[in-house]
């Protein structure tokens, strides 16, 4: 099995001219490995980040209070019908980390009068504006392409502005001019063949002035060698003073194949693009020393300011100012949830948080739990034993006991 690699690496199409050798699959192995290191970490990478926004929960508020209404349903279950919403921001992630922008469309359903969000694989976009609204057309969903041109106020966009995703993407690129060039030299050694001809003194002495050695050894490299190389049945003579030795290229390449570089490259690989990401790289290359701290540091540099850009993205498309204002109506992308509390190991924190005026339902969300409808797990409670310093002074000098705090 062949193919035309650098056609393959340009598209079906192709992109200027010249002739293309085909190469064996097989010689392609060690130069594909980089490449798919580099994928198979950067794949890594983008699906931590989905799977802990995925565990975000996105809190719906009108009039002041959470419910959970249809937006809700729409961002926490089911953000179109043919999928929920862990695909849907695996999808989103995925789009905006390998092309630094995100763009989802909100499409009707026929016959519901409900909404899907869908997130594009591939726009076309006025000229950056700055006053007036962006444009955007030729928006494709998969194989779906959309006649439509949306508006602005149409679509939420999401768009990375970290610097420390440039080497990542540029080291991408790098991989397959990299793949490129190794697959045309891993060709033309393994399917060469390589001499090594010794030639004695006496046969170095047999040049004349007219017809000099480096003459006669040319000749002999064109008549009798070239033709036993390039020729599936051919006999080379050998002459005295010479000798032939053919050389054996699996002795090299046996060395850079070794499980310790290979293993090597591939930490290095995911810690680079782990970095890229800014994800601590404990949690991409499988150690468990200070997980806790990489885990809050994931938090605030990766999610946070991911969940802060949808969440002001939809607040102010699908909300509104107004809304905003006149009915205190939005959406909070809430991301205490994401990691996982045991219950018994934190009960002496989640007893002084309820002392400390969070309600049980507040603990309950927070934990993964059921909220329960009853009046007394929405009630607010605080312990008895904090008070003003100045109630404490009143009631060591027995002015007013009644009102100091229990020491």
């Known amino acids: 099995m062949a193919l035309n690699f650098i056609e393959w690496l340009r598209g079906k199409n192709g992109e200027g001219g010249g002739t293309f050798r085909d190469v064996d699959c097989s010689a392609l192995f060690a130069a594909g490995t980089d490449y798919v290191l580099r994928d198979f970490a950067f794949r890594t990478c983008v699906d931590l980040i989905a799977a802990a926004l995925g565990r975000a929960d996105f809190r719906t508020f009108r009039d002041g209070e959470e419910r959970r209404d249809r937006e809700w349903w729409t961002w926490n279950v089911e953000p179109g019908p043919n999928l929920n919403s862990t695909m849907f921001l695996h999808d989103m992630v995925d789009q905006l980390y390998r092309r630094n922008n995100a763009l989802i469309v909100s499409l009707p359903i026929r016959g519901t009068g409900q909404d899907a969000l869908a997130v594009a694989t591939r726009w076309d976009m006025t000229e950056e504006q700055i006053v007036a609204p962006n444009k955007y057309y030729n928006v494709e969903i998969g194989d779906l392409k959309l006649r439509k041109t949306f508006r602005e106020s149409e679509v939420l966009r999401l768009k990375l502005r970290s610097r420390a995703m440039e080497p990542v993407q540029r080291a ?32 170095q002495a047999a040049g004349t002035a007219d017809d000099p050695f480096e003459a006669k050894f040319a000749r002999l490299l064109q008549n009798q060698m070239k033709p036993f190389l390039e020729n599936p049945n051919a ?59 990489a885990n809050e540091r994931f938090l605030t540099y990766a999610i946070d300011p991911l969940a802060d850009q949808l969440q002001e993205e939809i607040n102010r498309k699908r909300y509104g100012f107004e809304e905003w204002r006149d009915h205190r109506s939005h959406l909070r992308v809430d991301t205490s949830s994401i990691l996982h509390y045991d219950l018994f190991a934190q009960a002496a924190s989640i007893e002084k948080l309820i002392g400390s005026c969070y309600t049980y339902n507040e603990i309950q969300r927070a934990v993964g739990g059921e909220e329960i409808n009853e009046e007394w797990a929405r009630t607010h409670f605080l312990t008895k034993n904090i008070g003003r310093v100045q109630d404490v002074l009143d009631a060591a000098n027995g002015e007013d006991a009644g009102t100091a705090a229990e020491s």
């Open 235 to 293: 006999v080379l003579p050998e002459f005295d003073g010479y000798s032939y030795t053919r050389v054996d290229s699996s002795k090299s390449a046996s060395s850079a194949n070794s499980s310790e570089d290979v293993r090597k490259l591939a930490e290095d690989i995911f810690n680079f693009t782990a970095r890229g990401f800014l994800i601590p790289v404990v949690l991409v290359n499988g150690s468990v020393e200070k997980t806790a701290d």
């Open 172 to 203: 991408m690129a790098d991989s397959f001019e990299r793949m490129a060039t190794l697959a045309r030299q891993h060709y033309e050694w393994d399917h060469g063949q390589h001499w090594v001809v010794h030639v004695n003194q006496i046969a």
